[in-house]
Structure formats: structure tokens, C-alpha cells
């Protein structure tokens, strides 16, 4: 489009003026030019870095990569970003002046976006855009994916958490080819930020022309060897930063024995003023103590307290966060989706308030912590500066120097290996050393604890009150070759967890597990596990972020203890599943976590660490507040529906009438499978449901039928629509034709299915090889797919069917364009990468010794290809074939008329 001016784009498409430093930022941004570091005092809404990249993308393109990856601290659990993004992409759309913004965005998209939707495809940490798989399904697509370090950490080193082996080098595509990442926070999380660095250098090794760009964002900065973008000296004589930066915030410092007890002492003082007191702990038992005394003070109530800590559900977390009348108190009027509460209320909150979320209190009590913790702290308070009288109050430990001095000189003293035992204490004790530097660094501060005050800090002290650096593992080449090789889904010893990589490790830093509670786990048992394992079943219907709790380790092993003791009986056991990094799926019992045994607790909780447990929702143990409490006898819901997808039970293993419309099959489980009088027995089948325009799915079933020759026709129209976005100059000659390797790819990615076998599973009991009307590609209607495990996969049947057809098209190719053209049909489900497995190694129409040799040839063309185009490289080429194919399984319009063609791409291409 022609560019148009910044100034109004942005205060139309944010409702604010921008300050000096966002024009400056953007200025860089339209010229591809993205600093390493950027370093913003809070409140100066540092989240606008999405609005200026998705305005510089709309007037440059060529300049700017086509997804914003916005990474969040795992500790946040609500995240402001998420709240921004919406806004833009709906008033892309909704606001006739920024037409033009909307037009050059939807000009971009190979897969033609209608007027009334807009072109800005994004997926959050939570709520309706919930990892939602829009963001993914179209490569050329402008997209904002929010997300947690883990969420978008795991899926860079192809191990995408809730995500199956199938899909996971298509995500680590899209999060690291043509995408700018921005770490918020990023001082929060050096590991991963080292991580992040050495991934773009492993880029730049294999020569990536679509390499990851990041920018480490913070308002409290670590020493670092960058210089970060920061505040030009335009914004220095800005009224509005001015107020901002400056705001009053008086500091006063308490130091008594009993931390917590003065805490709630403090707060009960506020409760006849009309004040928004927020309230921040290290440790999740002291806020849910300071809570449960502040509701039973007889002139506050339950009506007046909210509490906010990590360890909560998603489904509660979100409820509170969207519905609460005291959490809307603290929020922005302009973000508030309920009428707050009147009089003084309180928020109790761990650190998951910290970080990611726009809150402004009245006034702020806490105990001590780190100094870039309480700097996040103090960003929460009187965050506009509209408040002239607010007050922060930090309670302190008064022994804590002494008790560690104490503790120092005994283990000085020690008449054996004294040397080690103070290195031990040394290294145990780093946090509270920082902590004690804290306090030096808050005395310093005298009574002002404005943003201004504490960048006037000494950085070399700020550094030295900073949390300890944890243990953090450099990732090399061995590593992201073992990550990469997504269709071993044994554990091999050169492919590590990832979570020491994205996290570090410490030894303050205590191990987590999630929690979910799913019907199937109560359901699935005994014989029917092994006609639907487990792992299958998590791969048709993820985890999703609303499901999911996490806590230590150690605190949900003693908390299934006692709901382990309380529930099972020797005539109930109780099971649970327990799902690590891979998706192998391990069946626990429960009743071993009912113990006092000291090594069998150390045993379970190593066990556990860092891995995801699923309960049946029977056992109940979940709090109305979304806690795991191991306490409450209710039976938890089970909340993995939303609007893309649902179970029902039903009578009949077809979709009923109302939902066939909407929903399309992806699951049926016959829970009587040894029932056979022919009778239908109430609620017999339960009926796993997706939206049948669910994008990036990986189910061979539709709305209904779809024939072989029509879904081919569609993912070759897609291909040649994405072709022409992604590859729009001519081919050189003596180079890779990409265009003409994804529209032969897909020509031929679904020839396997052609074959009597993988028709009988769909159901298709008409399938006639002479006739093209019989053969389908999708089930769909009435057609009814077989619960047995099948092992013959279609992407191999296209590798034999085109070994033994000799096809001409790929014969005109050089070597390394038909290496490309197999590997993108072997790989569109995730298998080849590097192998297939041996149970997969057989096809009809041609013999052992031929099906042996296509096997064999898998890996080392895999190899070939991932030295030539790199790791996430050739995960990209690979999902521009997922996208066209996952774009016409969903009957989604073509930008080009379907048709049978191998010409290169569209538009004139």
C-alpha cells in the first residue's frame, strides 16, 4: 500500500498517540532493522512493539517477517499482549480507516481471507484464540502467536508440549522461519534467551534465509554486553512519561519476625479506605493464608479478596481474571469486562501477578524478594501515575542477615571438609544473598520508589541483587539433530528434556508437574486401552492450556498422598496417566503415593518432575478456585471442550443431525465393544467432535466424503496459491524450483490412499480402483472408520506408488528437487523425519525388497536435505505442503480454481 502516516495508523489502531521512542522503534522496524535489546520502564506500553511491526508489515513486507512470536514468562497468568493483539485484529476490521492496513495484510495471505474477517491470524496463551491453529495453517499469513517460555520454547526444539509428533516440526517451522521473537521480560529467563541466541547461530551456520530475529525486552535489565534500544530524549520531555516515570509511590520498610502475621495486620488497616491493596508473596502457602484471613475478617468478607497464584487451573484463572469483580478493580477502566467492587479489596498474589499482566493498585504490601521481582512489583503500583498519594510497604525478615551469617560460620567451622560444605551453603543460599542486596539497594532508595528512582539505582549493585543465574545448558549441534528427529518417538540418549534448556537449572528452583483431570482416564481401562492406547486419544484431542495447573513437584506428591489415602479402597483402584516430554504415556496407580516412606516420596516425586499427570475427574481434589488441594471430595470437571471441539455420548456412531453441520468426526470409541447382539445400547459410543473448518488437523474424515481426485485438486490449488506468496520470482537456472517441487508434492501426497486397505478403514465399502467416484480421500456422511489399529500408511503407499509408476514429472527433476518432492510427501504426517517405522514398511503393489529399499532411502534423504536446508529450514518446506493439504481438508476457497495442474503457481507465476 502506499505508506501512509504512522502517527494516525497507530492512534487509530490503538485509540492512543504514539510516544517518541514507538516512532523511533518503527522507523527502524520499516527498514528490517531490529535491535537485539530493548530496555522500557513499565507503564510505557512496551506491547505496542506488535502494532508497530504489524504497521511496518503492511508498509513494507519485503522488510518485515511475516509472525510476531511474543514470549511471555512461564510465571505469568494473564498476559497483556493477548489483550493488545485482540484489539488490533478486530479493529482491523472494524474501523473503516484502517481499510487500507486490513487490504495490504490481506493481500499477503495465499489463502484468500473474507472482508469480514481480518487478515491478522493470532493464537493465545488463553481464551478463544487458544493455541487455535490459525496461526499455522497459512505461511504467508500475518500472524501474532502469545505464549509462554515453555509453550513456545519447547515448540522451537520440535517438542511442542499438548502437541503430538505429527504436528510438532510444523509448529517449530512457523515459530522459527520468517518470524520476529519477542522475550518480554527477558531478564526473567537468561536460559532461554541463551538458547534463543544459540538457535539463530545454528541458523546462520546452515545458512537460513529465513532465520529467527529476537529482540529481548525488559524494563529491568541485567548487565549486558548490548546496548538496548531504549527512550529517546523526545520521551524524556513527554508530559505523559514524565507522569509515568516519576510516579508517587512511598516506600517505607518494615522488619519484624513474623513476616505474614504483619502482613495481614498491615492490610486489615486499609480496610475502611476506599483502596485497591494488592498484596505480594513468595510462596503459594502464605497467599492462600493471607487470603483466607482477610475473607474471614468479619468487615472485608470473601466478596472483597481475590487471590492470583500460578498454581491455578486455566479454566478458573481465565474465570477470574475475566469475571471477578475485585480483579476487574485493579485493571484500566478500558480493560475491565465486569463492574468492579466498591470500598477497599484485596489481591493476593504469588509472582504469576508479576509479570504479563496491566495492573494498577492504590497501594502495594509484600514481603521481600529479588530486586528485578519487586521492581516488577513496583510496576503494579499507581502504574499511570494517577494516583498522588500511593504507598508501598515491604516487610522483611529482621534475623534473615543474622540466620545466614549463623549458617555461614557453622559451616565454616565444620571439622570436616569445611571447604565444600561452604561452597554448599554458598550455592544453596544465592537467593538469599541477592535478597539481603535487595534490601541494601531499597534502604538507597529512601521513600520514592518511582520507576525513575529505581533506574537511578547503581547497575552494578541492581545486577548483584538480581536472582542467581541458574545452571544453564548450551544446546548444540547433537541436540537440535536428536530434537529434529520428531518420527522417533523412543527416548534416545542424545535427545535431552527440554526444560533444563528453556529454564536452567537451580537449586531455588524446586520441580514442577502439571495436572489435568479427563473423562477418558476414568473411561479407558483395561481392555478397551488397548483398542484405543492412550497416547492416540491425547493426540486426537490435546491438552489445552485451560485444562492445565502446575505446581512443585514435591507439593502435588503430598497432596496426592492424601487423596490417594482417601479415595482408593482395596475394591477401587485408581488410576492415572502420566505423559512425559514424548507423549509416551505411562498408567500409574495412585494408591503408591498413599506412603510415609521417605525414599518411596523421593522416588515418586523424581518420577514425577517435569512431566504432566492426568486424573480421572472422579478422584476430585480440585478447590472452586482451580487449587489442586488434595482435599476436595467433588468430582472436578472436566474442561477440554471449547468451541472447536467436543464429546458426546450418543446411542449411534454417527454424527447426530444438529452437529453435523458444525462438527466434524474425529474419534469414535465403542465403550461395549463386546456387546454383540446388534442392539444400539444407550449411550453406547462416545463421539469425539472437531469443527469441520478446523485448519491443521491431522484426521482423514470430513463434513462429508470427499473423493481422491477432488482433495487433490484443492491441495495442488493451495499449493500453487502458496507457491506464488512464498516464491514469486522465476526459478533460476542451475536452482531449486521450489514452486515446481511443493505442486509436484502435492500432486502425488495422497496417491497411497488408493489402495483396498486404507479405503476399508475409512469405511468406504464402495471402493472400486477403475473407478475415480469411489475413491476418497476424506470419510465423511455416513461413512463409518474402523476402531482397529491400522499400520499402513498412505504417505509410504505414495512413495511405492510412485517408485513403481516411474512418473515422468519427477524424472525432469534434478536430484535434489526430487530428494525435496519425496521427503515433503513422506514427511506431510510427520513420519520420515527420520524414518518410518517398521511396522510401517509394507505396501501392496510393490514387494518386501522394494518396500526395504524406499524404508532405507527415508533417513539418508532426510539427512541430505536437513545439511542443505538446515533443521527448521526443512521443516518449513515441509509445512508449506502440510498447510495446502491442511487448508483443503478443511474446504477452505482456493485463491486459484482447482485444477489438475503442475504449472507454476498463479497470478502469472
Known amino acids: 500500500m502506499d505508506e501512509l502516516s504512522f502517527d494516525q495508523i497507530f492512534s487509530d489502531a490503538t485509540g492512543n498517540a504514539p510516544f517518541p521512542w514507538q516512532t523511533a522503534l518503527y522507523d527502524k522496524f520499516v ?426 539505582l547503581n547497575a552494578e549493585e541492581r545486577a548483584a541483587a538480581f536472582s542467581p543465574l541458574p545452571e544453564m545448558r548450551v544446546a548444540a549441534a547433537i541436540q537440535f539433530d536428536a530434537w529434529a528427529m520428531t518420527s522417533i518417538r523412543e527416548n534416545i540418549a542424545a535427545r535431552p528434556p527440554v526444560a533444563p534448556y528453556l529454564h536452567g537449572e537451580a537449586k531455588w528452583q524446586p520441580p514442577e508437574t502439571h495436572l489435568a483431570w479427563r473423562e477418558e482416564v476414568e473411561i479407558i481401562i483395561d481392555e478397551l486401552r488397548d483398542n484405543y492406547p492412550p497416547a492416540d486419544l491425547l493426540d486426537d484431542f490435546p491438552l489445552s492450556p485451560r485444562e492445565l495447573l502446575r505446581d512443585t513437584t514435591k507439593r502435588i506428591v503430598e497432596r496426592l498422598g492424601k487423596l490417594a489415602a482417601a479415595r482408593q479402597t482395596p475394591e477401587i483402584k485408581i488410576s492415572a496417566w502420566l505423559v512425559d516430554d514424548y507423549d509416551n504415556v505411562e498408567i500409574t496407580d495412585l494408591a503408591k503415593f498413599a506412603t510415609d516412606d521417605k525414599d518411596k516420596i523421593k522416588e515418586l516425586e523424581n518420577s514425577l518432575a517435569d512431566k504432566t499427570l492426568i486424573l480421572p475427574p472422579n478422584i476430585g481434589g480440585l478447590s472452586s478456585q482451580g487449587l489442586f488441594d488434595g482435599e476436595t471430595g467433588e468430582p472436578a470437571s472436566d474442561v477440554s471442550a471449547d468451541s472447536n471441539r467436543k464429546r458426546i455420548r450418543t446411542d449411534t456412531p454417527e454424527i447426530p443431525d444438529e452437529d453435523a453441520n458444525d462438527f466434524r468426526l474425529i474419534r469414535v470409541i465403542d465403550t461395549q465393544p463386546d456387546d454383540d447382539d446388534g442392539t444400539e445400547n444407550d449411550k453406547r459410543y462416545w463421539l469425539w467432535l472437531e469443527a469441520k473448518n478446523t485448519v491443521n488437523t491431522e484426521k482423514s474424515s470430513a463434513a462429508a466424503a470427499e473423493t481422491l481426485d477432488a482433495h487433490t485438486a484443492l491441495t495442488v490449488a493451495h499449493a500453487r496459491a502458496i507457491a506464488a506468496k512464498i516464491f514469486p520470482a522465476p526459478p533460476v537456472a542451475g536452482k531449486i524450483d521450489f514452486a515446481r517441487c511443493l505442486i509436484l508434492a502435492a500432486e502425488f501426497h495422497d496417491a497411497g490412499k488408493n489402495r483396498r486397505q486404507w479405503q476399508a478403514v475409512i469405511g468406504n465399502r464402495d471402493y472400486d480402483p477403475t473407478k475415480p467416484e469411489t475413491i476418497f480421500a476424506k470419510s465423511g456422511g455416513k461413512m463409518r472408520s474402523r476402531n482397529t489399529a491400522e499400520n499402513y500408511r498412505h504417505e509410504f503407499g505414495a512413495l511405492a506408488e510412485i517408485s513403481a509408476a516411474g512418473t515422468n514429472d519427477l524424472a525432469e527433476l534434478s536430484a535434489e528437487e526430487r530428494d525435496l518432492v519425496l521427503h515433503l510427501i513422506a514427511a506431510h504426517h510427520g513420519r520420515a523425519r527420520p524414518h518410518f517405522p517398521a511396522a510401517e514398511i509394507f505396501d501392496d503393489k510393490i514387494t518386501a525388497e522394494d518396500a526395504n529399499k524406499i524404508a532405507g532411502e527415508a533417513p539418508r534423504r532426510f539427512a541430505r536435505l536437513q545439511r542443505r536446508f538446515g533443521r527448521w529450514g526443512l521443516a518449513w518446506l515441509e509445512s508449506l505442503l502440510r498447510a495446502a493439504d491442511y487448508a483443503a481438508s478443511a474446504g477452505l476457497a482456493a485463491a486459484v480454481s482447482p485444477t489438475k495442474t503442475t504449472e507454476r503457481g498463479c497470478d502469472g507465476q
Open 31 to 456: 527498514k528490517g532493522d531490529f535491535p537485539d535489546a530493548a530496555d522500557l520502564p513499565t507503564g510505557l506500553g512496551k506491547t505496542s512493539v506488535v502494532a508497530l511491526w504489524l504497521i511496518a508489515l503492511a508498509n513494507n513486507p519485503a522488510a518485515l517477517p511475516r509472525r510476531l512470536v511474543y514470549v511471555v514468562n512461564r510465571r505469568a497468568v494473564v498476559d497483556q499482549t493477548t489483550a493488545e493483539v485482540e484489539k488490533l485484529r478486530a479493529n482491523l476490521v472494524d474501523k473503516p480507516e484502517l481499510k487500507p492496513v486490513a487490504d495490504a495484510l490481506r493481500r499477503l495471505c495465499a489463502i484468500p481471507v473474507p472482508e469480514a474477517d481480518s487478515p491478522l491470524a493470532i493464537s493465545a496463551l488463553r481464551g478463544q484464540f487458544a493455541d487455535n491453529r490459525e496461526w499455522s495453517a497459512d505461511p504467508a499469513r500475518p500472524a501474532v502467536i502469545v505464549g509462554t517460555v515453555d509453550m513456545i520454547g519447547s515448540g522451537l526444539l520440535f517438542s511442542r508440549y499438548t502437541v503430538g509428533f505429527k504436528r510438532r516440526p510444523h509448529h517449530a517451522a512457523f515459530l522459527a522461519q520468517g518470524a520476529l521473537l519477542v522475550h518480554d521480560e527477558a531478564h526473567l529467563e537468561p536460559a532461554f534467551q541463551r538458547l534463543l541466541e544459540s538457535l539463530v547461530a545454528e541458523q546462520a551456520a546452515a545458512n537460513d534465509s529465513r532465520k529467527l530475529r529476537v529482540i529481548a525486552l525488559t524494563a529491568t535489565q541485567r548487565n549486558s554486553i548490548v546496548t538496548p534500544f531504549t527512550l529517546t530524549p523526545q520521551d524524556r520531555e513527554n508530559e505523559i512519561v514524565k507522569k509515568r516515570v516519576n510516579a508517587a509511590k512511598k516506600l517505607s520498610l518494615v522488619e519484624v519476625e513474623k513476616v505474614r502475621d504483619k502482613i495481614i495486620k498491615l492490610a486489615k488497616t486499609k480496610k475502611s479506605a476506599a483502596r485497591a491493596v494488592l498484596i505480594f508473596v513468595r510462596s503459594v502457602e502464605d497467599a492462600e493464608k493471607i487470603a483466607d484471613a482477610l475473607v474471614k475478617e468479619k468487615s472485608i468478607g470473601k466478596e472483597k479478596v481475590a487471590t492470583l497464584t500460578g498454581t491455578m487451573r486455566g479454566e478458573e484463572r481465565d474465570a477470574l481474571v475475566k469475571n471477578n469483580a475485585v480483579f476487574q478493580r485493579f485493571l484500566p477502566s478500558s480493560s475491565r469486562n465486569a463492574a468492579p467492587v466498591e470500598g477497599a479489596v484485596y489481591l493476593v498474589a504469588t509472582s504469576a501477578g508479576e509479570v504479563g499482566v496491566n495492573l494498577s493498585a492504590d497501594d502495594l504490601i509484600c514481603d521481600l524478594s529479588t530486586f528485578e521481582s519487586m521492581a516488577q512489583r513496583f510496576g503494579r503500583v499507581n502504574r499511570f501515575g494517577d494516583c498522588s498519594d500511593s504507598e508501598i510497604t515491604v516487610v522483611c525478615d529482621q534475623n534473615m542477615q543474622t540466620k545466614y551469617d549463623e549458617g555461614l560460620k557453622k559451616a565454616r567451622e565444620a571439622k570436616k571438609d569445611a571447604d565444600k560444605k561452604v561452597k554448599k551453603y554458598e550455592d544453596e543460599n544465592k537467593i538469599v544473598v541477592a535478597q539481603l542486596c535487595t534490601l541494601t539497594l531499597l534502604v538507597k532508595l529512601g521513600d520514592d520508589a518511582s520507576p525513575s528512582a529505581l533506574s537511578n
